[in-house]
């Protein structure tokens, strides 16, 4: 028995061909209107266009006093120009209506004495001597406070925040990382910023 072998001849296909000549179609004229632009702008010279956008009537940038909404630690100098000078830790609480700006309540810390300097040796101190210090006994006080004040049941939302410079010891904020893991999800969230220049 004999086997035909059936040869197909190749060839292009008429829809394929006629998909590439549509691409080569847009393909120049998208090529020759960008070159045309070209042209036009050279002929024409380089020329200056004038807008008119908006401007400010002030030039000075305001800057939007933050309102306190959570229970903040701020550690800082106690001598911003001096950064040798010890360690000193402000307990700046909220208002009922979360009205107070941060430096009003930095004032109202001040005023109710909620404040305190850390030693100048505290990093050679032991974990218990560290955490009988007056920093460390008002951060477990404020904490609690703060806690049974406003986050009496756990919510995702409950947040506590640090503020420090860049040159904060680690040991100050772990510290208050445990007093607030003490407290399992009641209390969540911490929150670290660092602070700038200005304070």
């Known amino acids: 028995m ?3 072998r059936n040869e197909e001849k190749k060839g292009l296909s008429l829809p394929g061909l006629i998909d590439i000549i549509f691409l080569l179609l847009i393909f120049s004229l998208v ?5 045309q632009t070209k042209v036009e702008t050279q002929k024409s010279g380089d020329r200056d266009f004038d807008f008119d956008l908006p401007e400010t009537e002030s030039r000075e940038t ?6 306190l909404q959570t229970l ?3 550690v800082e100098h106690v001598d911003p120009s001096d950064l040798e000078s010890p360690k000193i830790l402000f307990v ?9 700006t941060l430096q009003e309540a930095k004032l109202r810390a001040i005023e ?14 032991s974990s218990w001597e560290f955490a ?15 806690k049974d ?8 939302t409950h947040a506590i925040e640090i503020r420090a410079g860049k040159d904060t010891e680690f040991r100050i904020v772990n510290f208050i990382m445990e007093q607030c893991s003490a407290y399992g999800d009641t209390i969540p969230r911490l929150m670290l910023r660092t602070l700038t220049g200005r304070g």
Do not use: G, K, M
């Open 149 to 156: 004040a406003h986050f009496l049941e756990p919510n995702p």
């Open 31 to 35: 090529t020759l209107s960008v070159s």
């Open 62 to 67: 305001e800057e939007v006093e933050e309102v």
């Open 92 to 100: 700046l609480q909220p208002s009922v209506r979360h009205s107070l």
């Open 112 to 125: 109710d004495s909620l404040f305190a300097v850390f030693p100048e040796n505290f990093l050679d101190l």
């Open 132 to 146: 009988q210090t007056p920093p460390c006994r008002l951060i477990r006080w404020a904490i609690r406070q703060h």
């Open 72 to 74: 903040l630690f701020q």
């Open 2 to 4: 004999a086997f035909v």
